[in-house]
């Protein structure tokens, strides 16, 4: 089992950053691959950005060059900073593990972000 909580977000305006953070608790060192989704109201849940064990990252178009992923595995945590926010931006934020040979995958409560234009 692994307990996810993220933490940083909040209104900012466009052209403004912000740095989300997901902290890993329970059973992490069976952690394979730590991510970062997103849902809009009234839109499908979309993966924005991953990072494998070995530091590997994935983007989604839409938010490569503006949004950097990075772990520290000391700590468990994953970020994502989020820079040249654009009010299309505005969805709750999920933290997601890929956990254990089984693949089986863990979600955090999300977090707000609201980007006002």
């Known amino acids: 089992q692994v307990q996810l909580v993220e933490s940083g977000g909040g209104l900012v305006q466009a052209g403004g950053s912000l740095r989300l953070s997901c902290a890993a608790s329970?059973?992490?060192?069976?952690?394979?691959?730590m991510g970062w989704y997103r849902q809009a109201p009234g839109k499908q849940r979309e993966l924005i950005a991953t990072i494998t064990n070995r530091g590997n990252t994935n983007y989604a178009d839409s938010v490569k060059g503006r949004f950097t992923i990075s772990r520290d595995n000391a700590k468990n945590t994953v970020y994502l900073q989020m820079n040249s926010l654009k009010p299309e931006d505005t969805a709750v934020y999920y933290c997601?593990?890929?956990?254990?040979?089984?693949?089986?995958?863990?979600w955090g409560q999300g977090t707000q972000v609201i980007v006002s234009s």
């Open positions: 329970g059973s992490t060192s069976s952690i394979k691959a």
């Open positions: 997601n593990v890929l956990w254990g040979v089984i693949n089986k995958t863990y």
